[in-house]
């Protein structure tokens, strides 16, 4: 069965930075692309980024409000996801989602991790 | 990249079908058969209902199902039931390496 489990998220201040991490099993995660949706309280899901397998290259696409300030990656020995979060803004306040991607869908998701930005 | 447009709300009594539509354009919804349907109940995750416009996900009951026409797809659900109430999403793929999702839909089931 797949399970992913996020963690990492909490309180921090806008400008702050903070890693969301995403532990995934049941499935051969090297060879799985993966992807984060967030949802901000009360609104609906917005795709934040994908990262590829390394054997198709291990690139990264972002959405365009994220774009320079997150960073996904993964650690394929720890089977873990990751999305740095830089310089972030009250407008990143979300429960964000990690999802195994294919065919251009979201199959299996997370639990979610809430992050909010206040000062 | 816009959302894409779906209503707000629909609804349905128990047996009845709806469909929800989702309009985007000829770079996302009508240029790609990358089109996906997401449920999501209070307080949980959104779940995979439909991907490539059509296709069912193992588990997911044959009442529902997806299609497209042009820039518009459509998600049908058949004999409603009770379960069946949360929102829903669509998602597009775009010619820009990226997902695009719909505003939502609350289905209530009268």
């Known amino acids: 069965e797949v399970q992913l489990v996020e963690s990492g998220g909490g309180l921090v201040k806008p400008g702050g930075s903070l890693r969301l991490s995403c532990a995934a099993s049941?499935?051969?995660?090297?060879?799985?692309?993966m992807s984060w949706v967030r949802q901000a309280p009360g609104k609906g899901l917005e795709w934040v980024g994908r990262i590829y397998i390394k054997s198709d290259g291990g690139a990264t696409d972002y959405a365009a409000p994220v774009k320079g300030r997150f960073t996904i990656s993964t650690d394929d020995s720890k089977n873990t996801l990751y999305l740095q979060m830089n310089s972030l803004k009250i407008e990143d306040t979300a429960v964000y989602y990690c999802t195994t991607y294919s065919a251009g869908s979201c199959q299996h998701w997370g639990q979610g991790t809430l992050v909010t930005v206040s000062s | 990249q816009s959302a894409l447009t779906q209503p707000r709300s629909v609804s349905g009594s128990p047996g009845q079908s709806v469909t929800i539509s989702c309009t985007g354009t000829?770079?996302?919804?009508?240029?790609?058969?990358?089109v996906s349907w997401y449920q999501q109940h209070p307080g949980k995750a959104p779940k995979l209902m439909i991907y490539?416009?059509?296709k069912r996900p193992s588990g997911v009951p044959d009442r529902f199902s997806g299609s497209k026409s042009g820039n518009t797809a459509s998600l049908t659900i058949s004999g409603l039931q009770a379960e069946d109430e949360a929102d829903y999403y669509c998602c597009s793929y775009t010619g820009s390496y990226s997902l695009v999702f719909g505003g939502g839909t609350k289905l209530t089931v009268l």
């Open positions: 000829s770079s996302d919804v009508g240029g790609y058969n990358f």
């Open positions: 490539e416009v059509t």
């Open positions: 049941g499935f051969i995660f090297s060879n799985v692309w």
